[in-house]
């Protein structure tokens, strides 16, 4: 099943708990289950929008993106932000109208049967989710996963503040509640939209994927072969690495072709989806921007 497979699957389970959400508050009148509304409503949103993105950043290179469409997933996990954000301020404005004017809550067996459906369906799809996205690298898919896990563990506290307000009768309960769920979905959103930035901002690889392509280097180094100048960024699922590769300068070009050929096969058996570009030096010498670099500091 691919990424756009999934996304396409969110929007249909989105536009599914929206309905089965929406019931539960029109049948109990509680603003947590309102709250819990609001955010499927946010799920669609963020799932079409992710499904677009995903959608560019899987299209091939052009003369105009010559380094290819992968950073349009940030945006995707960007745009998702800012609506949980939203989402989050709508909520605490319902939730203190609420406090402000207290109503009793009705027919909350209904409402929470029809929340728990809702819920098993986004938890359900949400840890497919990410299996799917930590496989294929996919942000825009893990920005959509949790934030719908997010909606199960809202739904969750909304159920647990219902039923204390049945054990109670205290009311106020209800949209006490409602205000720290807003207060932690806009702490989601917050995460997401910082991720982002790091994304779009060249980002470098994760400490893991970094030692897996030190651990190469070390491998092919030695007296007569240097490596320096590492350098590392994600763009989406794509992984870039500029290295400068020092040789002896009696080597043939073809004898270090040959070696530089293995050092690149190496890294990208390393770290999947790996570009890797290596520049040839005779030892001793520096590529001229890098001494300008260093002259500038």
């Known amino acids: 099943m691919q990424v756009t497979s999934y996304l396409k699957l969110s929007v249909a389970v989105a ?32 799932a079409m929008f992710a499904l677009a ?18 950073k349009a997933e940030y945006f995707s996990s960007g745009f998702e932000g800012v609506l949980i954000i939203v989402a989050a301020l709508g909520i605490g404005w319902a939730a203190v109208d609420r406090w402000r004017h207290p109503q009793p809550l009705e027919a909350l067996g209904w409402g929470v049967a029809l929340s728990v459906i809702s819920s098993a369906l986004n938890g359900g799809l949400a840890w497919a989710m990410l299996r799917k996205a930590r496989q294929h690298q996919s942000i825009a898919l893990e920005g959509d996963a949790r934030h719908l896990i997010t909606d199960v563990w809202t739904s969750a506290g909304v159920l647990a503040g219902l039923g204390l307000v049945t054990l109670t009768g205290w009311v106020w309960l209800d949209p006490l509640l409602a205000l720290a769920l807003a207060a932690n979905i806009a702490r ?22 970094l ?15 240097t490596f320096d100048h590492l350098v590392t960024r994600r763009s989406g699922a794509r992984r870039d690495l500029d290295v400068h590769m020092h040789v002896p300068p009696d080597w043939t ?11 690149e096969h190496a890294l990208m058996e390393a770290v999947p989806r790996l570009r890797a570009s290596i520049q040839l030096l005779p030892q001793g010498s520096e590529a001229q921007f890098v001494l300008r670099q260093e002259a500038a500091r």
């Open 188 to 209: 989601e959103g917050l995460h997401l939209v910082r991720i982002s930035a790091d994304g779009l901002m060249d980002r470098a690889l994760e400490p893991a994927e």
């Open 211 to 225: 030692a897996a392509v030190r651990a190469v280097l070390d491998g092919f180094g030695h007296q007569a072969v």
């Open 15 to 46: 536009c599914a708990t929206i309905a089965l959400k929406a019931g539960a508050w029109w049948l109990t009148g509680s603003v947590g289950l309102l709250s819990d509304a609001l955010e499927s409503v946010v799920n669609l949103a963020g």
């Open 53 to 70: 993105m995903v959608t560019v950043a899987q299209a091939p290179p052009d003369d105009d993106h010559p380094f290819g469409h992968e």
């Open 253 to 263: 070009m073809a004898h270090a072709a040959r070696m530089r050929a293995d050092v």
